[in-house]
């Protein structure tokens, strides 16, 4: 069980307040509230810049202050700001301030993944996403850091020793958007002509596209979503289009650059994508309490199935493994597509979700699953649905999925997947591990 336990009865220390008078204490939340007020309509006029929201508030830091750390990056501080935004409405005591580090895998944007993996020693799949963790883990687990705000999915599916996911909040659009050179009349993958170059950093994008889209040629593109559009608009760019994350550019406020979406049945997206996971130390019940009025239960229990079937599988980032994820609870249904950031209720109740006896959310899960050949040609497909009141239960639907998926072959892709980690390049011509060219398979 990855998740921390959110209904731990652990005794916390919390320092000592002088008592405030009546008035005392009426003029505190009035200016209080009014300072939350002006916050709130300020970071909502600059959603789109890397801030911090304005200092001044007359209860700020006076039951204590949680250290947040980020990458090093606009989107990373726009993704922290959004959850101190968050937080600062639920714990208005409290001050959040922000700090940014910069992590390996930032640092050099110009080797291809595997190769920068290899590298620093990372060769095992869920082990080289700690490319854009480790340091941040390091100031952690030393104290420096009291929380970490991640795109969900560049988090390893196990987390160092003493690290826990504390919460996820409210899940974004998790699809990847199909964005176009400007200049370009193009609306969709199947309008470009043969021979197109696709621009992507991700082994399951281009997995993907070398799979439903033969006709195109899929190059590297690496860097922030910043350099990579400029990459993709330059006078002399190979790219037709590039294909990254859709969240990544609503959250930076240039929405209007998606040309399209991609989106389920056909392409899948990456295991957490969209989400942000809020990474605690295991120990720090106090921090874990904070924190959990902006989890959102739905998107918990999706994220927690994902990366339960990548876990098993043993895949990472390095592996062409994709899902598509959905929630029903009561008369509403919430799925994989959920805009925007936690309400600030811990119980995710919205769209009629069901509760249990403690006010938590409960439903049906359904999972989807795939991994396909780096080149294309195999898919490997694999769904589940079950009622689902724990992340047990959630994990539980992803070790289902992941081994139906094994039953039908996914082992021997992975064992090519690991193969090719060493050789940087396309496979052999005919080596498929005993999985024929051409081949998909599903299993419901």
């Given at each position: 069980?990855?998740?921390?336990?959110?209904?731990?009865?652990?005794?916390?220390?919390?320092?000592?307040?002088?008592?405030?008078?009546?008035?005392?204490?009426?003029?505190?939340?009035?200016?209080?509230?009014?300072?939350?007020?002006?916050?709130?309509?300020?970071?909502?006029d600059h959603s789109g810049e890397a801030i911090h929201p304005p200092p001044g508030c007359p209860a700020e830091g006076l039951f204590g202050r949680i250290r947040v750390g980020s990458r090093n990056s606009t989107l990373a501080l726009i993704q922290a700001n959004h959850v101190v935004a968050a937080l600062f409405k639920t714990h208005h005591g409290f001050s959040f301030p922000v700090s940014t580090h910069t992590v390996k895998g930032d640092a050099n944007k110009t080797s291809p993944f595997l190769k920068l993996a290899s590298e620093v020693g990372k060769t095992n799949a869920n082990a080289a996403k700690s490319l854009w963790t480790m340091e941040l883990e390091d100031k952690l687990l030393d104290g420096s850091l009291d929380i970490i705000v991640h795109c969900l999915k560049d988090m390893p599916t196990?987390?160092?020793?003493?690290?826990?996911?504390?919460?996820?909040?409210?899940?974004?659009?998790?699809?990847?958007?199909?964005?176009?050179?400007?200049?370009?009349?193009?609306?969709?993958?199947?309008?470009?002509?043969?021979?197109?170059?696709?621009?992507?950093?991700?082994?399951?994008?281009?997995?993907?596209?070398?799979?439903?889209?033969?006709?195109?040629?899929?190059?590297?593109?690496?860097?922030?979503?910043?350099?990579?559009?400029?990459?993709?608009d330059a006078d002399d760019?190979?790219?037709?289009?590039?294909?990254?994350?859709?969240?990544?550019?609503?959250?930076?406020?240039?929405?209007?650059?998606?040309?399209?979406?991609?989106?389920?049945?056909?392409?899948?997206?990456?295991?957490?994508?969209?989400?942000?996971?809020?990474?605690i130390r295991t120990n720090d019940a106090n921090t874990l309490r904070i924190i959990s009025a902006i989890d959102h239960r739905p998107s918990r229990l999706a994220c927690l199935a994902e990366r339960s079937l990548l876990r098993y599988l043993q895949g990472g980032c390095s592996a062409p493994i994709a899902v598509q994820s959905s929630f029903r609870g009561g008369s509403g249904e919430l799925n994989g597509v959920v805009n925007g950031i936690s309400n600030g209720t811990s119980n995710g109740t919205s769209n009629g979700t069901k509760t249990d006896e403690r006010g938590e959310a409960s439903g049906i899960l359904e999972l989807v699953g795939t991994i396909l050949h780096p080149k294309g040609g195999v898919e490997i497909r694999a769904r589940h649905s079950g009622f689902v009141s724990s992340d047990a239960d959630a994990e539980a639907i992803g070790v289902t999925v992941a081994e139906k998926m094994l039953a039908l072959g996914a082992g021997a892709l992975l064992k090519l997947i690991d193969e090719l980690q060493h050789l940087y390049g396309p496979p052999k011509a005919g080596v498929t591990n005993g999985v024929p060219v051409g081949d998909t398979k599903t299993l419901t």
């Open positions: 069980m990855e998740q921390a336990n959110h209904h731990a009865q652990e005794e916390t220390t919390q320092q000592s307040v002088a008592p405030l008078g009546v008035s005392e204490q009426h003029e505190l939340t009035e200016a209080t509230l009014a300072h939350i007020e002006k916050m709130s309509l300020y970071v909502g196990v987390l160092p020793e003493g690290c826990s996911i504390g919460c996820i909040p409210q899940r974004a659009d998790p699809t990847d958007a199909f964005v176009v050179k400007k200049g370009l009349s193009y609306k969709s993958l199947q309008d470009l002509p043969a021979g197109a170059v696709v621009g992507t950093s991700s082994v399951r994008r281009t997995a993907q596209l070398k799979h439903y889209y033969p006709h195109l040629e899929v190059q590297e593109c690496r860097g922030n979503v910043d350099s990579r559009l400029r990459k993709l760019s190979p790219y037709s289009a590039i294909v990254v994350a859709t969240a990544g550019l609503v959250r930076l406020n240039i929405e209007h650059r998606i040309t399209a979406r991609l989106t389920a049945p056909t392409y899948l997206h990456a295991v957490g994508q969209g989400a942000l996971g809020i990474e």
